[in-house]
């Protein structure tokens, strides 16, 4: 008996000692893993431009960024896969929807700019020189090479032409028609857009961010501001998605592409740098107002909400962190966090993924409906202002109508055109909805005078 609990104490010994060498073994291997993150299979330069060649070291993160082809809805964002027959102006055999015959009332809006032409949902990362190099808006409509800025892999091109100045490059490209620059670039954005090749750093790339992120700063009192040296690294996990989604314009006959932040990030403060220099995109051409197009402000907007002030970066959500063995790396497969709630929300959010969904979902609602209201305003002071100009009404006459339909359609582009719909910043969207309206309904009261005829009254 004494013999058997020995042999059983013995094996107990054994196998407890044979599974605590094990643990031991992994500990020091992940501890390893965690030491070498990655294998340099290949030489990274500053001039390593194909994304393909950093996956060689970078794999992980490479197969990721290969699965921004994805195209998933969510409710209101993402895109359907729509097969089209490919033609020799355009060889895409799958697109996305067509927003402006989703609802017509965005070709009223834009009437006269080329955006009430084509203008199609969002896709992936994968997709954004493709579509910019097929839509009517490059195809027919001229371009300058401005607009390459955000939509391809700058950063070599660039410094190529502009003899290793990055800056130089981009002021060679911007004046040159779009046609004639395209070739020069190969790749949407790509990995030494946001990298750093020996150091994997993040870094900013993009002139127009350099540039108004340093007009931005010195309107709050910092001079000389240089994000690569000077930004946190949280704050870097921002910037570099604030490199493209922003609202611009390109400005005088060079066609510099300019970030509008010299008065701040606000709607109302990028509207009043407008007015200041009096800009204008195009002139509508049913009111024959001066009219500006807002972009893609997703930075502007995140910097009005919640997780902005809360220290949460853009891919904190969008990017969140992953484990792979020993390794905790951003997920390269940018998308929707209501996605991949599990990662991107839950990790500070302890609610069930069927609640925070339906959380975001009703802020989405709701923003989505104001919007409705806003643009049936619009569509009526539309209507309104040709009325007049049919009536005989002088452009004095018109000068408060226009200059409202100026301001709050810049308004309600500014939440339509970005892609959060309204969740960056709930409270800031439906602001800007509401004083929106406030403009189109002061427009139309301007107009009362003139009701029954032009110069008559009621």
């Avoid at 501001?225 to 570099?240: G, H, I, L, P």
Wanted: aromatic residues 10%.
């Amino acid at each position: 008996m004494k013999l058997k609990t020995v042999l059983v104490i013995a094996l107990f010994a054994a196998g407890l000692a044979a599974s605590l060498t094990a643990l031991l073994v992994n500990i020091m291997e992940r501890k390893q893993e965690g030491k070498n993150p990655f294998f340099r299979v290949v030489e990274l330069t500053d001039d390593t431009e194909d994304p393909a060649t950093w996956g060689k070291n970078f794999p992980v993160q490479y197969d990721a960024y290969l699965r921004t082809v994805d195209q998933v809805r969510t409710k209101y964002g993402g895109s359907e896969a729509l097969p089209r027959t490919p033609t020799e102006s355009d060889p895409r055999n799958v697109v996305s929807e067509e927003r402006i015959e989703e609802d017509p009332r965005l070709k009223t809006m834009w009437a006269g700019y080329a955006f009430s032409v084509d203008f199609r949902k969002k896709r992936g990362h994968a997709y954004m020189l493709e579509d910019q190099t097929f839509t009517k808006r490059v195809q027919e409509f001229k371009q300058p090479g401005t607009c390459i800025h955000c939509h391809a892999s700058v950063y070599v091109p660039y410094r190529k032409a502009g003899g290793g100045d990055l800056i130089k490059g981009f002021e060679h490209f911007n004046p040159m028609p779009y046609a004639e620059v395209r070739p020069n670039f190969s790749h949407p954005i790509g990995c030494i857009d946001c990298h750093d090749p020996e150091t994997m750093a993040l870094r900013v790339t993009r002139p127009g961010f350099l540039e108004g992120i340093k007009a931005l700063k010195a309107s709050q009192g910092v001079e000389d501001y240089d994000v690569n040296t000077m930004a946190t690294r949280q704050e870097m996990r921002s910037f570099v998605c604030g490199q493209c989604h922003v609202e611009y314009y390109f400005k005088g006959d060079e066609k510099r592409l300019t970030y509008p932040w010299a008065k701040g990030l606000k709607v109302e403060q990028i509207a009043d740098y407008y007015e200041e220099i009096g800009f204008k995109d195009w002139t509508h051409a049913e009111t024959g107002t001066p009219q500006l197009k807002a972009q893609h402000p997703e930075f502007e907007m995140w910097n009005q909400g919640i997780h902005a002030r809360s220290g949460v970066s853009c891919a904190d959500c969008h990017m969140p962190y992953v484990r792979v063995g020993a390794m905790k790396v951003s997920d390269h497969h940018v998308r929707s966090p209501l996605l991949n709630i599990n990662n991107a929300c839950q990790t500070c959010h302890k609610w069930p993924e069927e609640e925070i969904l339906a959380r975001a979902e009703t802020i989405q609602d709701r923003t989505v409906s104001l919007r409705d209201t806003a643009l049936d305003a619009l569509m009526e002071l539309i209507a309104d202002i040709k009325a007049a100009k049919e009536a005989g009404a002088s452009d004095e006459d018109l000068k408060e109508a226009r200059a409202c339909q100026r301001r709050g359609q810049f308004y309600v582009d500014f939440v339509e055109s970005e892609n959060s719909n309204g969740f960056h910043a709930p409270q800031e969207a439906v602001r800007i909805l509401g004083e929106a309206i406030d403009l189109f309904r002061k427009g139309q009261v301007s107009l009362r005078p003139m009701k029954g005829g032009a110069g008559g009254g009621r």
